[in-house]
């Protein structure tokens, strides 16, 4: 840079919103000149108990007065709480700790090929994923995303990733192989646009997996932790997946991810197959821990299911006759209005009105509010959601 001042000291990779973060509490946050929001994204899905949950808050204070790092060559007590209590309330045998969901993916592809690759053979390797999938950004899971704007410039890929339609089964079944390990797949597609998988599909494409003896990965990134209205989303499905990833919303901000698998992966994860240092450490174990227990202790996951509802009502019912919204779709507090043309300029002007959403794809505004957001909250947000919508959508009609 010559004389101007440098404008910021960060790689360019986020196209930022023009708002400075300082403060958080439960559904409110301020900007740096005490502007006051509400939070309808939670940080992209991550803090569902709202920012600074007092519950978490306490734990993850007394733990930074114990200990900060143990070290996973030790047994570390939170880390066996939180497995258990996770185990406990999904219909998984046992855990893996890391710091992102990215990372989680990465371990369930890795215990996928390794399971599949002791039984059947090193020929045993491909995993089919969806279009429109996300799954993250290492180069396994940018590959295993099913979106070529996240592999642009990154060539060579990793192999062994193939890509079917979203609720299509008949291009899943094209897609198998004597290569084929696992299908890899998202409830609703967060990323992808708020898009919920059929029922028939999930339930029959559980029942491929197993009759062709491939392990079912279901990447609970987003939906999991109580968002769309139950603790996991597959329990919507009735089905048992082998392997499900958490991160987001496990710890209320705090970096962790989990993987879970079926006790008939064990022993494919013996010491030395995988590992991270700075997977399961004592104070985001504490957030973890916290977390859990409350959505727990609080019904959480039921107030999620019912204002899920009640904001699908509303918006279904304000956005009627708005010529802006085809539809709105999702479950519980995970759901996006799709809008007949790009929402970027309608998501800034929400943002100026004070409530804060996030897109999903370029026409889906996603509404992600926490789990204990209050009833006054919600209304004013969604007030200001359809009111915005509103204004965009008589000014389209007038400059015609
Ligand atoms: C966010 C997300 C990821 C990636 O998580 P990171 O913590 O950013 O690595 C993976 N899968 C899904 C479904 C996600 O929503």
């Excluded at 101007?4 to 790689?11: I, V």
């Excluded at 045993?124 to 099913?146: C, D, K, N, P, V």
């Excluded at 009502?313 to 010529?323: D, G, I, R, V, Y």
């Excluded at 007949?340 to 996030?358: F, R, S, Y």
Aim: glycine share 10%.
């Amino acid at each position: 840079m010559g004389q101007e001042e440098k404008q910021s000291y960060l790689f360019p990779l986020f196209s930022k919103f023009p708002i400075k973060l300082v403060k958080g509490q439960g559904s409110r946050l301020w900007d740096d000149t005490g502007k006051e929001y509400i939070d309808l994204m939670c940080g992209l899905a991550v803090t569902n108990l709202g920012h600074v949950h007092p519950k978490v808050k306490d734990k993850l204070v007394a733990q930074l007065d114990e200990l900060w790092h143990g070290c996973n060559l030790f047994y570390l007590p939170h880390q066996e709480r939180l497995a258990q209590l996770l185990v406990d309330n999904s219909c998984m045998d046992a855990a893996f700790f890391c710091s992102t969901g990215a990372e989680a993916n990465e371990a369930a592809i890795k215990l996928a090929r390794r399971y599949a690759q002791k039984i059947k053979g090193t020929d045993r390797y491909e995993i089919i994923t969806f279009r429109q999938s996300f799954h993250g950004r290492t180069l396994a899971t940018l590959t295993a995303t099913g979106q070529s704007k996240v592999q642009e410039g990154f060539l060579p890929l990793p192999e062994g990733f193939v890509y079917a339609d979203y609720n299509d089964l008949e291009s899943v079944r094209a897609l198998l192989s004597d290569r084929t390990c696992a299908v890899m797949v998202e409830m609703i597609q967060g990323e992808g646009g708020v898009i919920p998988a059929d029922l028939t599909f999930v339930r029959e494409l559980a029942q491929l997996c197993e009759e062709q003896d491939i392990l079912l990965l279901v990447d609970e990134i987003q939906t999991g932790m109580g968002r769309t209205g139950k603790l996991f989303a597959y329990e919507h499905y009735g089905i048992e997946p082998d392997i499900i990833t958490l991160a987001k919303g496990l710890g209320s901000g705090f970096p962790i991810g989990a993987m879970l698998g079926k006790a008939k992966l064990i022993p494919a994860y013996t010491a030395g197959a995988h590992g991270s240092t700075f997977g399961g450490v004592p104070t985001a174990m504490a957030a973890g821990v916290a977390t859990v227990e409350t959505m727990l202790e609080e019904n959480l996951v039921e107030r999620a299911a019912e204002l899920g509802e009640y904001v699908l009502a509303q918006l279904t019912e304000k956005l009627a006759s708005n010529p802006l919204v085809t539809t709105i779709r999702g479950k519980g507090l995970l759901l996006g209005i799709v809008c007949t043309e790009p929402v970027a300029d309608i998501i800034n002007t929400i943002h100026a009105k004070g409530v804060l959403v996030v897109p999903a794809g370029p026409n889906v505004i996603r509404i992600v509010p926490a789990m204990t957001i209050s009833q006054e909250d919600l209304d004013h947000g969604l007030d200001v959601v359809c009111q915005v919508l509103a204004e965009k959508a008589a000014s389209a009609i007038s400059t015609i």
